[in-house]
């Protein structure tokens, strides 16, 4: 099992920007993927972008591709997602988390692993 904290959550203007964080501990997780998923008020969990541990290679669902950017500190066990130009319609709350299998998984239910999350709110 991996447990997973994000922070750095919090309030911004619209077409501002934030980063926010998410700590990896337990098993060894250099074989997993690790995403980042966000969930409005009323609606399904969406997902975001994906990064792959081991090689770095990544993928952003279509609707943050180009202003969003998900990387990992190995040193740190951290990933990150850097949000820009940001929008009130990505305000949610944003979850990491983490599969052992490879490949690119889009469904929460890929995923064994979930943090608590942190909430992001876009002012307009």
């Known amino acids: 099992q991996v447990q997973l904290v994000e922070s750095g959550g919090g309030l911004v203007q619209a077409g501002g920007s934030l980063r926010v964080s998410c700590v990896a501990s337990g098993r060894t997780f250099s074989s997993y993927s690790i995403a980042w998923f966000r969930q409005a008020p009323g609606k399904d969990r969406e997902f975001v972008a994906q990064i792959t541990w081991r090689s770095g290679s990544t993928f952003h669902a279509d609707s943050v591709r180009g202003r969003f950017s998900i990387s990992r500190d190995n040193a740190k066990n951290t990933v990150y997602l850097q949000m820009n130009s940001l929008k009130p319609e990505d305000t949610a709350n944003y979850y990491c988390?983490?599969?052992?299998?490879?490949?690119?998984?889009?469904?929460?239910?890929?995923?064994?692993?979930w943090g608590q999350g942190t909430q992001v709110t876009v002012s307009s």
């Open positions: 988390a983490a599969t052992p299998k490879p490949g690119i998984y889009m469904t929460p239910s890929s995923y064994e692993d």
